[in-house]
């Protein structure tokens, strides 16, 4: 079985830089893809960035430029690093791996 866990969360200003973590168990981490998705209140989870195995990344149009997507196999890690934070990044940020998902980690950006 899979198990993801989250890390990095927490309270920013805006402009402000955070980096999430990752922790994937297994050892087939390093042949499938990562994605890293949100859920702000009220509304649906939503894609913000994609790994494949290979490294090819993508991005959701409102993080490009700003957020960076990475992996270590070497760690079963996964990354997302997040500069020039906005108000509207707030959300609960999941990492996904085969379907299985890990807790969450809230990113909260306010003046």
């Known amino acids: 079985q899979v198990q993801l866990v989250e890390s990095g969360g927490g309270l920013v200003q805006p402009g402000g830089s955070l980096r999430l973590s990752c922790a994937v168990s297994g050892s087939i981490f390093s042949i499938l893809a990562m994605g890293w998705y949100r859920q702000a209140p009220g509304k649906q989870r939503d894609l913000v960035a994609l790994?494949?195995?290979?490294?090819?990344?993508n991005y959701a149009d409102s993080v490009k430029g700003r957020f960076t997507i990475s992996r270590d196999n070497a760690k079963n890690t996964v990354y997302l690093q997040m500069n020039s934070l906005k108000p509207e990044d707030t959300a609960v940020y999941y990492c996904e791996c085969a379907d299985y998902w890990g807790q969450g980690t809230q990113v909260t950006v306010s003046p």
């Open positions: 790994i494949t195995s290979g490294g090819i990344t």
